[in-house]
C-alpha cells in the first residue's frame, strides 16, 4: 500500500463534468473535496490574467457567435502552432467578461456541451477567490510566456501583481507551474516563496528554450534523465510530467511503470506531480481501454493504480469526485 496519498488537483476545475475553467466547473471540484484547483492564465489586451486553457478562445466561449466581435478574427502562430480564431490579448477584460464558457471537446463530453453559454469567462483573481472560500490551495499554469513577452506582456510580473493583490504571492496553498522554465526562473528571482514546477511533455523541447536556444534547447526528455534532473533540483521544487512518462508503456499499451526517474526525482527531493487522470478511452492507454467508444469509461482504475502506487505528491484529475473517491480510498 502507499505510504502517502497525492494531492488531488481539480484539472480546470471539474471539465469531466461542466465546461472547463467556469465557475460551475470550479465550483463543483471543491464541492467534491478536491485539495487545489488549477486555473491556467492568458493576459487580456489591458494586462488582466484571464483562466482559459489557450489564448485561443474560439473553441472555449461564445466568441464566434457574437456579432460585435466579429472582426476579432485572425490568425497567429502561438508556440508554432498556426492558430485560427479570437485571441484573448485582442480583447479588454471588461470585453472578455461577456463572453461564455462553451465545452472544449463536446464529441466526448456531451452532458458538458448542455451547459454552453451559461457561465462568463473568469478571471484569475475570480478563481483566488473561489479557492479561498471553498478552502482548498491553487495551482496556477502560466501558459505561453515567451509568446506574450513578444506582445509585450511579461506574464511573471503580471503574475505577480495579481497573486500579491490578491493576498496569494506567500500563501502556502499556492503552486506555480509551466511548461517554460524561464518564466519560473524569473517568478523567483521577483521573490516568490512557493513551490515551482515544471510541466513536461512526452515529446519535443519548451517553447522558451527553443527561441533562445534554436537547435541547442534542452527536450523535454534530458530533463528526465539523472544529469537533468541534477539541473531541476537546482532550479524548481517539484516536476509534473505527462502520465504517459510515468506509466511507461510498451508497444502494446500496457503500462510497465512507475518509470524509473520517479524513484530518481525522489532521491532529489523534487516533488513529483503527472497530468492528467481521465476515465475515458480516449484518454487512456490502450491497455486500459474498454468497449463503447472513446466517449465511454475504460478501465481508468487499473492505470491510475500505477500512479497511485507510483506515491506521487500530486495527480490532476477531470473528474473530481472519481479522483476523490479513489485517490483516497
Avoid at 517568478?187 to 536556444?213: F, H, K, N, Y
Wanted: with cysteine.
Amino acid at each position: 500500500m502507499p505510504e502517502k496519498r497525492p494531492l488531488i488537483i481539480g484539472h480546470r476545475g471539474a471539465p469531466g463534468y461542466l465546461p472547463e475553467h467556469s465557475r460551475s466547473s470550479y465550483e463543483r471540484a471543491i464541492a467534491a473535496g478536491v485539495d487545489a484547483v488549477e486555473p491556467d492564465v492568458v493576459p487580456s489586451a489591458d494586462g488582466v490574467l484571464v483562466v482559459r486553457h489557450e489564448n485561443e478562445v474560439g473553441s472555449t466561449t461564445d466568441v464566434s457567435a457574437r456579432p460585435e466581435f466579429a472582426d476579432r478574427r485572425r490568425t497567429a502562430v502561438v508556440d508554432g502552432e498556426h492558430l485560427d480564431g479570437w485571441f484573448t490579448e485582442d480583447f479588454t477584460w471588461a470585453e472578455l467578461r461577456t463572453l461564455r464558457c462553451r465545452e472544449r471537446i463536446p464529441e466526448v463530453r456531451p452532458a458538458s456541451a448542455e451547459h454552453d453559454d451559461i457561465d462568463p469567462v473568469l478571471s484569475l483573481s475570480d478563481v483566488l477567490d473561489l479557492a479561498r472560500v471553498g478552502g482548498v490551495g491553487v495551482v496556477l499554469e502560466i501558459k505561453h510566456a515567451a509568446f506574450f513577452a513578444r506582445a509585450g506582456f511579461d506574464m511573471a510580473a503580471l503574475v505577480e501583481r495579481e497573486l500579491r493583490d490578491a493576498g496569494w504571492w506567500d500563501d502556502p496553498a499556492l503552486v506555480v507551474e509551466s511548461f517554460e522554465p524561464l518564466v519560473l526562473q524569473r517568478l523567483r528571482e521577483r521573490g516568490i516563496q512557493a513551490p515551482l514546477v515544471q510541466l513536461i511533455e512526452t515529446s519535443g523541447a519548451p517553447w522558451d528554450l527553443r527561441e533562445r536556444d534554436g537547435a541547442d534547447a534542452t527536450p523535454y526528455a534530458s530533463m528526465l534523465t539523472p544529469a537533468g534532473l541534477d539541473a531541476l533540483a537546482e532550479a524548481v521544487d517539484g516536476i509534473s510530467p505527462d502520465k504517459r512518462l510515468i506509466l511507461a508503456p510498451d508497444r502494446r499499451g500496457e503500462a510497465r511503470g512507475p518509470a524509473p526517474f520517479v524513484a530518481e526525482a525522489r532521491v532529489r527531493g523534487l516533488r513529483l506531480f503527472t497530468w492528467t487522470c481521465r476515465p475515458e478511452n480516449r484518454f487512456l492507454l490502450p491497455g486500459f481501454r474498454g468497449p463503447g467508444g472513446p466517449e465511454a469509461f475504460g478501465d481508468y482504475a487499473r492505470e491510475w493504480a500505477v500512479l497511485r502506487d507510483a506515491e506521487l505528491d500530486g495527480v490532476f484529475v477531470d473528474h473530481a469526485d472519481l479522483g476523490v473517491a479513489f485517490f483516497r480510498a
